[in-house]
């Protein structure tokens, strides 16, 4: 296998950024898509989110297509939603927000998005890392 070092920090929102994600279920939420970055064979650093958007932290091989794995995220992601919590239709945006970085930047950028919801608290986002499109 060839040495690689590829990290990706993704961002997307719920439909209309309607607050859909709930507290009762966004850990299963976030434990759904670890397990299916992990089966994809990325390796996943952090995932954390508000209701209406979420990010993720990844490490994607290179013989993966970035945009497919995200596809892939979100699809599998908003059938497991839609099968377990929602009595309607739940969707994600079709936008999504991707940015690579250095293994430097890794812890900062793990501690920010499992702080998600101090940051949006507290008012401290950091704008960048919460683009979306």
């Not at 995220?73 to 690579?100: D, R, T």
Request: one cysteine or more; aromatic letters at 12%; proline letters at 5%.
């Amino acid at each position: 296998m060839p040495l690689w070092r590829l990290f990706y920090h993704i961002v997307w929102g719920t439909k209309n950024r309607e607050e859909f994600i709930s507290p009762a279920w966004e850990s299963d939420l976030y434990g759904y898509l670890w397990g299916k970055a992990t089966a994809l064979e990325c390796i996943p650093h952090a995932i954390g989110g508000m209701p209406d958007h979420i990010h993720v932290v990844i490490s994607i091989l290179p013989k993966l297509s970035v945009a497919k794995t995200i596809g892939h995220l979100k699809g599998a992601s908003s059938h497991h939603i839609n099968q377990n919590y929602m009595n309607g239709p739940f969707a994600w945006q079709a936008e999504y927000g991707v940015f690579s970085f250095s293994e430097k930047a890794l812890p900062k950028i793990v501690a920010y998005v499992n702080n998600q919801k101090k940051h949006h608290a507290e008012n401290t986002l950091n704008i960048k890392m919460e683009e979306i499109n």
